[in-house]
């Protein structure tokens, strides 16, 4: 086995280690409101379930150089947001949203995808998600980096609404073969669902 010091490597060498090891990763197409109004949308796989009472989920929204990136600004603004899976039908025009473009310009248009109203919050989601969550901002920390300026914000999100598309719902669960979820893998690769087995609990 190699070792490795994560205190000898740099910011991207852990990156790196981690992005590979740890996959696949969910990963969860935010949307958000600038104070101003302009619909932003962005794309992370460091995203999670936090808790089912309360249902509570988790994005990590890595800085640069210290400055908030414009989800998690609008998050700590606006305190809402609407978290979207991201599919095998929705993959390719939510990766144009991952372009970098300023603050007053939305992704949304880029992309092609459509906006649909909310019912709980004024941030609205997105038509082409089988599955869409309307988050309130539970509470947002702010991790240090190993320049000691602030590195991450993770934040936790209080879901208040779920839309689910009826064909992959029924009885009460989800049918992952019809919702057909992506992964992040490490570069640019991305992971469909693959081969399904069951291991049943020791009682």
Known sequence: MLSFDPESNTERENYKLLIGSIVP??????TTMTDEGVINGAPFSYFNIVSSNPPLISISIQRKEGQMKDTARNINSKGE?????????????INKTAATLAPDKSEIEISSLTLLPSEVITVPGVKEAKVRME???????????S??????????????????NENVYE??????????AVSRLA??????????FAIERPK
């Not at 947001?81 to 025009?93: P, S, T, Y």
């Open 25 to 30: 990763r969910p990963i969860a197409f935010v």
């Open 187 to 196: 570069g640019s690769n991305y992971a469909k669902i693959g081969d399904v």
């Open 147 to 164: 320049d000691e300026a602030p590195g991450t914000d993770l934040i936790i999100g209080k879901v208040v609404r779920y839309h689910i």
């Open 81 to 93: 947001f609407v978290v979207h899976i991201v599919d095998e039908d929705n993959v390719d025009k």
């Open 135 to 145: 988050c309130v901002l539970e509470i947002n920390i702010t991790l240090e980096g």
């Open 171 to 180: 009885n009460g669960k989800i049918d992952h073969e019809k919702l057909a």
